[in-house]
């Protein structure tokens, strides 16, 4: 159930509400725009009488939302979420971020190259995995804390956010000094306990859509997140494995602006997992952004060839820059900056 509170609606009748809504049983999370008070209901509240709440002063509206996803819903913040970070980059406003960097994180010559390139294109977010799900328990699994290490110290040096993959609860906390933003991977998207703890954390959680997950998996999903109050959860579109085998997933397209209609969420589209292609990168990448997405995670290294992990779908640095150049276009054709 949301309560939308009327414009004018003072402190003590939002208190009022929340008070009656909390005797109901049910937990109350409250988003204030610029110029509306938004109550969400978490809980039983198939029960509650909505009119109960209708009368109340201050009350504009009050909606039954059928979607299982109260806080995830477009309901909860009609106005879409942006989500800020400390180099003064945000996602979700109507400037499409670009999140660039290795697969992996491979030693300090690598990460500071391409953190250099991903500013010089005009990007934001350095990238890289420093725990690494492989599928083969023989493949490089990453470079752990020292990675994250080299990493913030290249990001901090072109003013860059960072962002890396979180996969166990244990990682969380040795990994906070070094990450902007956390990425949970396709793999864990429904690591449930995983997700809670990330729910209890004040940093932005970048979820990615499992292989075999449906939307709706992948906004309960980020529910998980969200109703433990991190209220700033980004999703991401990164393929869904399907019979067509010509790339190593099938992207998604439509799922950017369905996710954009049913949630207030940013979105990203990830083109490199999309396709697992090089040649196939650029256009899904353009294609996510007519298709609105808020931001791109593009997996970019010098030696593009010779990373060590998924090197098939990896562009070389002149690449990338070549495509941010050609996305500005696109960008501007859908009314968004970039
Ligand atoms: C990655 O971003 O390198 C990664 C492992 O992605 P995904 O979880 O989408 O496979
Ligand atoms: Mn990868």
Same mark, same amino acid.
């Given at each position: 159930?949301?309560?939308?509170?009327?414009?004018?609606?003072?402190?003590?009748?939002?208190?009022?509400?929340?008070?009656?809504?909390?005797?109901?049983?049910?937990?109350?999370?409250?988003?204030?725009?610029?110029?509306?008070?938004?109550?969400?209901?978490?809980?039983?509240?198939?029960?509650?009488?909505?009119?109960?709440?209708?009368?109340?002063?201050?009350?504009?509206?009050?909606?039954?939302?059928?979607?299982?996803?109260?806080?995830?819903?477009?309901?909860?913040?009609?106005?879409?979420?942006?989500?800020?970070?400390?180099?003064?980059?945000?996602?979700?406003?109507?400037?499409?971020?670009?999140?660039?960097?290795?697969?992996?994180?491979?030693?300090?010559?690598?990460?500071?190259?391409?953190?250099?390139?991903?500013?010089?294109?005009?990007?934001?977010?350095?990238?890289?995995?420093?725990?690494?799900?492989?599928?083969?328990?023989?493949?490089?699994?990453?470079?752990?804390?020292?990675?994250?290490?080299?990493?913030?110290?290249?990001?901090?040096?072109?003013?860059?956010?960072? @962002? %890396?993959?979180?996969?166990?609860?244990?990682?969380? !906390?040795?990994?906070?000094?070094? #990450?902007?933003?956390? &990425? /949970?991977? +396709?793999?864990?998207?429904?690591?449930?306990?995983?997700?809670?703890?990330?729910?209890?954390?004040?940093?932005?959680?970048?979820?990615?859509?499992?292989?075999?997950?449906?939307?709706?998996?992948?906004?309960?999903?980020?529910?998980?997140?969200?109703?433990?109050?991190?209220?700033?959860?980004?999703?991401?579109?990164?393929?869904?494995?399907?019979?067509?085998?010509?790339?190593?997933?099938?992207?998604?397209?439509?799922?950017?602006?369905?996710?954009?209609?049913?949630?207030?969420?940013?979105?990203?589209?990830?083109?490199?997992?999309?396709?697992?292609?090089?040649?196939?990168?650029?256009?899904?990448?353009?294609?996510?952004?007519?298709?609105?997405?808020?931001?791109?995670?593009?997996?970019?290294?010098?030696?593009?060839?010779?990373? @060590? %992990?998924?090197?098939?779908?990896?562009?070389?640095? !002149?690449?990338?820059?070549?495509? #941010?150049?050609?996305? &500005? /276009?696109? +960008?501007?054709?859908?009314?968004?900056?970039?």
């Amino acid at each position: 159930m949301i309560v939308a509170m009327q414009e004018n609606a003072t402190e003590e009748q939002i208190d009022a509400v929340i008070e009656v809504m909390e005797e109901c049983g049910v937990d109350v999370h409250r988003t204030t725009g610029a110029m509306q008070t938004i109550l969400a209901a978490v809980g039983p509240t198939a029960g509650l009488d909505i009119t109960k709440f209708e009368v109340l002063p201050g009350v504009m509206h009050v909606h039954r939302i059928s979607s299982p996803y109260k806080l995830a819903g477009r309901a909860f913040r009609p106005q879409g979420t942006v989500i800020e970070f400390p180099n003064g980059a945000s996602i979700g406003g109507a400037q499409v971020a670009i999140i660039a960097g290795p697969c992996a994180i491979e030693n300090r010559e690598q990460i500071f190259a391409i953190a250099k390139c991903v500013n010089a294109a005009g990007g934001s977010f350095l990238r890289g995995g420093a725990f690494k799900p492989r599928t083969s328990p023989y493949s490089f699994q990453g470079l752990g804390i020292d990675g994250l290490k080299l990493m913030r110290e290249a990001a901090d040096a072109h003013g860059l956010a960072t @962002v %890396s993959e979180v996969m166990e609860i244990a990682q969380i !906390e040795p990994m906070l000094p070094y #990450v902007d933003c956390f &990425q /949970v991977g +396709a793999r864990n998207m429904q690591n449930f306990n995983l997700l809670r703890e990330l729910g209890q954390v004040r940093k932005p959680v970048l979820l990615k859509r499992g292989i075999a997950a449906t939307i709706e998996e992948l906004l309960m999903s980020s529910e998980y997140i969200l109703s433990g109050g991190n209220y700033q959860v980004i999703l991401c579109e990164r393929g869904i494995r399907t019979y067509e085998t010509s790339t190593r997933n099938t992207m998604d397209i439509a799922a950017i602006p369905v996710l954009k209609k049913l949630s207030h969420l940013p979105v990203v589209g990830d083109p490199s997992h999309g396709t697992g292609r090089r040649d196939m990168v650029a256009p899904m990448a353009k294609a996510a952004v007519a298709a609105g997405c808020d931001a791109l995670l593009i997996e970019i290294h010098p030696n593009a060839d010779k990373s @060590v %992990s998924d090197a098939a779908q990896t562009l070389y640095l !002149e690449q990338f820059e070549k495509l #941010v150049g050609e996305l &500005q /276009v696109i +960008a501007q054709a859908v009314g968004r900056t970039l």
